[in-house]
């Protein structure tokens, strides 16, 4: 198991999001791999391909980091230890708030998403249609990740999503670039891009996915500790 030690206390490598390797493991009908006991890929190559640790059913801890090529966002989960899947499994139906965040629990490298950044588990497009979740309503094709870490009430911004604008699936759609961060309304340059049910969160200043913005951030990690 890879760590990394950002901190005092080591962080395990549980897994990598990438979606330069043409295959997609976490989106769409491969959200599966969030819940079950396959591993696959390699500690060693997860930022060319997709990766699942041993680990990700294994250990337990209290805080959450996502990394990309640009920084890392961490997530304070409280004082039960947990495994990714049993934080999975504590939310039951698509959701319309965050899990934590946004300011309280989150630390990032970026000022941008430590003060507009959340941790939302299954969430909703808006007002609660739909989410990547199993027991979902497949016909709700709403751009939803697994895990979501910004966004507007177009669509979210995680990893594992269900559609993108640019694509059916994305194990990756997400961007801790300052440069290419913004915290405003319509700041993304979108006609719909309002508040997240009632709340202004860090998204992409191109959030539509054009390429050369936010599409450089090709691939994703999630740390536990």
Known sequence: MEEINLEPVAWTLLGSFVN?????????????????SQ???????CTVA????????????????????????TFYLGGE???????????????TVPFKGPKTNVRSSSNAWKSAGVLMIYPSKTKGQGCNRMDAQPDLHQKVPVLGFGGTGCGLMGAGMLRSYSN?????????????????ILCDGSRCGGPWNNLVLATSRDYVNREGVHDSSTWGKLYIR
């Open 168 to 184: 059916e699936r994305l194990d990756w759609h997400m961007s801790l670039n300052e440069k290419t961060t913004c915290t405003k």
């Open 39 to 45: 591993i696959f890929g390699a500690a060693e190559n």
């Open 81 to 95: 230890k947990m495994t990714i899947v049993e934080l999975l499994n504590k939310v039951k139906h698509c959701t």
């Open 20 to 36: 330069t390797d043409s295959v997609v493991s976490w989106g769409g009908s491969r959200n599966g791999n969030w819940t079950n």
């Open 50 to 73: 997709d990766f699942k640790s041993e680990a990700w059913n294994e250990v337990a801890g209290r805080e959450l980091m996502i990394e990309d090529r640009y920084g890392w966002m």
